[in-house]
């Protein structure tokens, strides 16, 4: 409120005096919230969604509202309620590990209202039914082969760049397989010394855009890359990525989904592998830590990353993408893209159903020797927590998870706030030091 003070009080009397009652008064508000603050119960508990519908900030009873449960395991309930000076509440169990979202809605004089809140059960239990591919180490082996053969004959372009002192910035284009090059801007502190530095990597999610410059990464003594998901040039107008995605990157992340050689992430994974191997080339590696991060498809790549190159020590995660792929086949929520959303195991397409597994992140987060950081949200509807526990359960090392009942596909401050300190400690702690 500092800034209010520079007005006189007369104009602030008067600006309060002129709006109509209708503008002060605020929307209908629906919040829908598990009766457990963490939202987290045993497989074959009850939890209870309060329902609580406020208008002008006081309780609206009275109210007519329908509610739908759905869960894990082909789990759906509806039914309608009526709220009360206290609220209401809708109760859901599974009897096996999952997660369940209460959806509520209806009208209140003419405005259309919704709310979602979300609960576990078991989570840490949670499996699946579909194996990884019996060659699946052998054909990500024979692409490593392939990609060898290749030299990475990277290209680097300073940028000029005055936000942040002593750190150079490159533009930088890496050969790889699969048709695009590796694309991105390193970033490292002028004149550092040779093996004194650690790698963190940084991973883009989903849509089509140029690579940042990471900076502060930099600043603070880190060899520090951010990568294009793409391989696409960097520091283009808008109007070039939007061309691109709406063009002929539009909907790439179901492209080619029939074979596994061409469905778009295996060549994004093998970007990933060659961006990982250019960075460990870099003379001011410490040769001891590497770091990998990202969110959603970003967080994604970080679990692929850490899966197939042991050399990666810490991955950071959130709300990744591109686990589970196929969960909607078992009647479960499924993560992004969601190659057969809304699909059975009776009209899925084989040929889908035999090809997404190679890049299905669980499959990799198995294989992880790195300390891992992951989050969720219980209420995520593009990467379940579902999917998200799934791969977490599978990893093997020292990890940790970050469950939000309340969060969608978003991180929340006080999660990256606390995984980015986990990070840097562990760095400041394991650090070369000179």
Same mark, same amino acid.
């Given at each position: 409120m500092k800034h209010l003070h520079r007005f006189p009080v007369i104009v602030l009397i008067t600006l309060f005096c002129f709006v109509p009652v209708s503008a002060q008064q605020k929307a209908p508000l629906l919040e829908v919230r598990a009766e457990k603050d963490d939202a987290l119960y045993k497989k074959g508990e009850t939890a209870t969604f309060r329902i609580t519908l406020t208008e002008d900030g006081k309780c609206v009873a009275g109210q007519e509202l329908w509610y739908a449960l759905q869960g894990d395991g082909n789990y759906n309930e509806k039914g309608s309620l009526t709220t009360t000076d206290t609220g209401?509440?809708?109760?859901? !169990?599974?009897?096996?590990?999952?997660?369940?979202?209460?959806?509520? %809605?209806?009208?209140?004089? =003419? $405005?259309?209202? +919704?709310?979602?809140g979300g609960a576990g059960f078991s989570p840490l239990e949670i499996t699946t039914k579909f194996a990884e591919p019996a060659d699946f180490d052998e054909f990500w082996n024979s692409k490593k082969d392939e990609l060898a053969k290749i030299p990475m004959n990277p290209k680097l372009v300073k940028v000029t760049q005055d936000k942040v002192p002593n750190v150079e910035v490159y533009d930088v284009k890496v050969d790889c397989l699969g048709g695009m090059p590796v694309s991105g801007y390193f970033a490292k502190p002028a004149g550092a010394k040779p093996k $004194?530095?650690?790698?963190?990597? +940084?991973?883009?999610?989903?849509?089509?855009? +140029?690579?940042? !410059?990471?900076?502060?990464?930099? @600043?603070? %003594?880190?060899? @520090?890359?951010?990568?294009?998901?793409? =391989?696409?040039?960097?520091?283009?107008?808008?109007?070039?990525? !939007?061309?691109?995605?709406n063009g002929k990157l539009k909907d790439y992340r179901i492209g080619n989904s029939t074979d596994r050689e061409k469905v778009y992430f295996t060549g994004m994974y093998l970007r990933v592998i060659?961006?990982?191997?250019?960075?460990?080339?870099?003379?001011?590696?410490?040769?001891?830590?590497?770091?990998?991060?990202?969110?959603?498809?970003?967080? %994604?790549?970080s679990l692929v990353a850490a899966g197939i190159d042991p050399d990666v020590t810490f991955c950071c995660a959130y709300v990744p993408a591109l686990c589970y792929p196929l969960g909607g086949l078992e009647g479960n929520f499924d993560g992004w893209p969601g190659f057969l959303r809304g699909k059975t195991e009776d009209d899925a397409d084989p040929a889908i159903v035999k090809a997404v597994p190679y890049v299905d992140v669980v499959n990799f987060a198995k294989r992880i020797k790195a300390e891992c950081i992951l989050s969720t949200g219980f209420i995520d509807t593009t990467c379940s927590a579902t999917s998200v526990y799934l791969a977490y359960n599978g990893i093997k090392t020292a990890k940790q998870i970050f469950p939000t009942p309340e969060a969608t596909h978003a991180v929340p401050q006080k999660t990256n706030e606390a995984a980015n300190k986990l990070l840097w400690d562990y760095i400041e702690k394991n650090r070369v030091k000179q």
């Open positions: 209401a509440a809708v109760k859901a !169990t599974l009897p096996h590990p999952g997660f369940v979202r209460c959806f509520v %809605g209806g009208e209140v004089n =003419g $405005t259309k209202i +919704s709310g979602i $004194t530095l650690p790698i963190i990597m +940084s991973y883009h999610g989903a849509g089509v855009r +140029s690579a940042g !410059t990471p900076l502060y990464d930099a @600043a603070k %003594g880190a060899l @520090a890359m951010d990568v294009n998901a793409h =391989g696409i040039e960097n520091g283009q107008p808008a109007a070039f990525y !939007t061309d691109l995605a060659r961006s990982l191997q250019f960075m460990k080339s870099q003379p001011e590696w410490d040769g001891k830590i590497l770091v990998v991060r990202g969110g959603s498809q970003g967080g %994604g790549q």
